[in-house]
């Protein structure tokens, strides 16, 4: 179980590293409900995957971009949009990120603030261990909340997402295109949860992590859990409410040739969360584990 803060513990930035289509902007919207949180202009910074993760530099470019474009208004002597600025600020210097969740934690009455981005679940080892550092040097503890969806609904749900966003590259019915892609290395480093773990912990321990299936989510016991691990007061949650939820198909669910082979590929995955949470737990949340058992 996950440590709960303490009275000296009383400042927390929530670090979220996804995992991608597993609740990220329901738990993002839920925190920012709380008047005990701050959660700052964004849901998602996107600072350290922009820049350590090549994969991700395509937000580090955007960004540039924009923030090119609000300087060349700036020096015309018109008005420009100061969050593409301030996050420009967090890649040029680093230290000015800490500095403005800390600045969010001054204000009377919060008690957190958050940084959820899915990527943040590529992140290594040593990124970890230097935003626990940053935050610690100002007093502030990081609470890593990892959710995670059973690998293969995980992936069924990111082919509809990418079919929706762009379906002029995606001629394939979503059933067919699961089959082409669970394996490739995009997928596989936003799947592979077990490597995400292994970093966490050896950053910030075992019980310094709050693990949750998205499965169980929308529950009130879990938001319960959540609220203490974070240091919050527990408040009701909208656990009707999906948020960035993928479109549907004629096939609801993956068919099982297709849920078993992705299942077995994922195999280390399945059985690093089962032996994290119990197997119960693991078995009763995420049904195609029986794929592995039989």
Same mark, same amino acid.
């Given at each position: 179980?996950?440590?709960?803060?303490?009275?000296?513990?009383?400042?927390?930035?929530? !670090?979220?590293?996804?995992?991608?289509? @597993?609740?990220?902007?329901?738990?993002?919207?839920?925190?920012?409900?709380? $008047?005990?949180?701050? $959660?700052?202009?964004?849901?998602?910074?996107?600072?350290?995957?922009? !820049?350590?993760?090549? +994969?991700?530099?395509?937000?580090?470019?955007?960004?540039?971009?924009?923030?090119?474009? +609000?300087?060349?208004?700036?020096?015309?002597?018109?008005?420009? #949009?100061?969050?593409?600025?301030?996050?420009?600020?967090?890649?040029?210097?680093?230290? @000015?990120?800490?500095?403005?969740?800390?600045?969010?934690?001054?204000?009377?009455?919060?008690?957190?603030? =958050? #940084?959820?981005?899915?990527?943040?679940?590529?992140?290594?080892?040593?990124?970890?261990?230097?935003?626990?550092?940053?935050? &610690?040097?100002? &007093?502030?503890?990081?609470?890593?909340?990892?959710?995670?969806?059973?690998?293969?609904?995980?992936?069924?749900?990111?082919?509809?997402?990418?079919?929706?966003?762009?379906?002029?590259?995606? #001629?394939?019915?979503?059933?067919?295109?699961?089959?082409?892609?669970?394996?490739?290395?995009?997928?596989?480093?936003?799947?592979?949860?077990? !490597?995400?773990? &292994?970093?966490?912990? +050896?950053?910030?321990?075992?019980?310094?992590?709050?693990?949750?299936?998205?499965?169980? !989510?929308?529950?009130?016991?879990?938001?319960?859990?959540?609220?203490?691990?974070?240091?919050?007061? $527990?408040?009701?949650?909208?656990?009707?409410?999906?948020?960035? +939820?993928?479109?549907? =198909?004629?096939?609801?669910?993956?068919?099982?040739?297709?849920?078993?082979?992705?299942?077995?590929?994922?195999?280390?995955?399945?059985?690093?969360?089962?032996?994290?949470?119990?197997?119960?737990?693991?078995?009763?949340?995420?049904?195609?584990?029986?794929?592995?058992?039989?």
């Amino acid at each position: 179980m996950a440590a709960v803060p303490t009275s000296a513990d009383s400042r927390t930035f929530v !670090l979220g590293v996804g995992a991608q289509k @597993a609740g990220t902007s329901w738990l993002h919207d839920h925190l920012a409900s709380s $008047p005990q949180c701050d $959660p700052g202009f964004l849901k998602e910074y996107h600072v350290w995957d922009g !820049l350590d993760l090549e +994969a991700m530099a395509h937000f580090r470019e955007r960004l540039m971009k924009r923030s090119q474009r +609000a300087a060349a208004r700036l020096a015309r002597g018109r008005e420009a #949009d100061p969050e593409n600025l301030r996050l420009a600020s967090f890649y040029a210097d680093p230290e @000015a990120y800490f500095d403005y969740f800390e600045l969010l934690l001054s204000r009377p009455g919060i008690r957190a603030t =958050t #940084d959820i981005t899915p990527s943040y679940a590529m992140l290594s080892v040593e990124r970890l261990a230097a935003i626990r550092d940053g935050f &610690g040097r100002r &007093g502030i503890r990081v609470a890593p909340v990892f959710l995670m969806r059973e690998p293969a609904e995980r992936i069924w749900s990111a082919v509809r997402m990418y079919k929706k966003r762009r379906p002029e590259r995606h #001629d394939r019915t979503p059933e067919e295109r699961v089959l082409e892609v669970y394996a490739e290395p995009w997928f596989e480093l936003r799947t592979r949860y077990e !490597l995400t773990m &292994g970093a966490l912990e +050896a950053v910030f321990g075992r019980d310094g992590v709050h693990y949750v299936l998205y499965e169980r !989510l929308f529950e009130e016991p879990t938001v319960q859990e959540l609220a203490a691990f974070v240091g919050i007061d $527990p408040a009701p949650a909208d656990t009707d409410r999906r948020v960035n +939820a993928s479109p549907k =198909t004629d096939v609801l669910r993956l068919p099982d040739d297709a849920a078993r082979r992705i299942a077995e590929h994922y195999r280390a995955t399945y059985e690093a969360v089962a032996a994290r949470l119990g197997h119960d737990v693991v078995a009763t949340a995420w049904p195609d584990l029986r794929w592995l058992e039989s």
